[in-house]
């Protein structure tokens, strides 16, 4: 039966190599189980719930993927998109409801586009140098999200600046070295090792006295908060449009992004195309319109599934060794609450050390796409670093890609070279000026 479904003797694999593989890509995606309900519950979203409707979205996209399109490339919820979530949530004023309709339109609409084939009009439209930047501002959000979880930078109250943090309290110093714990593990090559570095953080934090045990095993947490609660009619405010585009961009950036990072790894690519590329994305937009529905936000490739592809899985069996772990994993419900829960301190403000570390280093990895962007070209450069300045500097994703795609086309416009920014994106840039002198 795993011969007919997975062809393991035609992709020169095994069943060892396959289970390797799947377990390999869930530790080293795993933190995603603690730091996503950790980042929703902050929009008033119920953290267990949210727990809940991570590993399951998780799970079943993750063997979608495996069966529809026979790849060794799991998902969950994005990070990025998480952020973004929250960053409608709280700064826009958006209650999380209507946000989680934009996610479950977004997904419908990158199904419909994937299902009619016209995806890729709309990625080749996008300039390069605007991908990497996003790629590269959503990298430095996460950082400095997770660098003000740690209370190593703060924004003193009465002030608009941001300042150094108090490095000698106790959960700044636990963030700092379960952060130092992390990047150690990931220098030496160890698997696994952002999922080890939380866990290495919780138990010092728990030594400490900082977290209290809670126990290990329990039933999984009620997804009534969450399910099925999209507000669809606060999407009828136009303001929500530029919040839905952007949450498809993101969608299909990711997904193409890591679909083919993983499979040039993998050696997957023919002639510099994916085959089964349509069941691929499918399983992709689908797992967002899912997650949506049980109360979380895009679910996406990840990009970690690289490590499951270097441990030597070839198939989509590996996805259904991960896409089960992620099933087992919705009865540790009492470990999440406690490493994702946060640690008040003196002021009110609450910190949280033990997923701040892999935000940071997550963040990080982001911030790698930097060096594809043209900077001897202005016309590039500029709007690609007008993005990633403004994203982290706004506490905003949405106006840091605004930014760019209002910049980018104007600059080519004024500098002669109009013909060089698809009709996409001017559409796009007169959207983006309309929200702001219109709403």
């Known amino acids: ?196 570095g939380i866990l290495a953080t919780s138990f010092l934090a728990w030594a400490l006295g900082l977290i209290s045990w809670q126990g290990l095993v329990a039933p999984p947490p009620s997804l009534a908060p969450t399910f099925l609660k999209m507000d669809l009619r606060g999407l009828l405010d136009v303001a929500m449009i530029p919040v839905i585009v952007i949450f498809l961009f993101m969608a299909v950036f990711d997904a193409i992004g890591t679909l083919i990072g993983v499979s040039e790894r993998a050696g997957f690519l023919r002639d510099g195309k994916l085959p089964r590329a349509t069941p691929a994305l499918i399983a992709d937009s689908s797992g967002t319109v899912l997650g949506s529905a049980l109360g979380t936000s895009t679910v996406t490739a990840f990009i970690e599934s690289a490590t499951g592809v270097e441990a030597g899985a070839r198939t989509g069996l590996a996805n259904m060794v991960t896409g089960a772990l992620f ?27 033990i997923t701040a570390p892999a935000l940071i280093v997550v963040g990080s990895l982001r911030a790698g796409s930097i060096n594809k962007i043209d900077w001897s070209n202005i016309t590039e450069s500029f709007p690609a670093f007008l ?11 949405a106006d840091g890609i605004a930014f760019g795609f209002i910049s980018y086309p104007a600059l080519k416009l004024l500098s002669g070279r109009s013909r060089e920014a698809s009709g996409l994106v001017y559409a796009l840039g007169i959207l983006f000026v309309a929200r702001y002198l219109l709403l």
């Open 1 to 196: 039966m795993l011969e007919r479904l997975f062809k393991l003797t035609e992709n020169e694999t095994t069943l060892q190599r396959e289970i390797l593989g799947g377990l390999t890509t869930f530790m080293t995606m795993a933190y995603i189980v603690f730091v996503n309900p950790a980042i929703l519950s902050q929009t008033g979203m119920d953290f267990g719930a949210v727990m809940t409707a991570t590993c399951l979205s998780a799970a079943v996209a993750t063997l979608a993927m495996g069966l529809a399109a026979n790849y060794p490339i799991a998902l969950a919820p994005g990070m990025g998109e998480n952020l973004f979530f929250l960053s409608v949530v709280i700064g826009m004023g958006i209650s999380w409801e209507v946000a989680l309709a934009a996610v479950f339109v977004s997904g419908i609409v990158f199904f419909l586009l994937t299902f009619l084939r016209i995806r890729e009009l709309i990625i080749d439209a996008v300039p390069v140098s605007l991908k990497h930047a996003i790629a590269v501002g959503i990298g430095l959000y996460i950082a400095f999200i997770g660098m003000v979880d740690a209370g190593i930078v703060v924004k003193p109250e009465g002030t608009f600046f941001l300042k150094l943090g108090d490095l000698s309290l106790t959960p700044t110093l636990v963030a700092c070295i379960g952060l130092l714990i992390t990047v150690t593990l990931m220098a030496r090559k160890v698997k696994g090792a952002i999922l080890l």
């Open 327 to 353: 099933l087992l994993a919705l009865f540790f419900s009492p470990l999440v609450q406690m490493v994702g829960g946060g640690v008040p301190v003196e002021g009110g403000a609450i910190l949280k050390p």
């Open 387 to 397: 993005v990633i300045v403004a994203i982290p500097f706004s506490w905003s994703i």
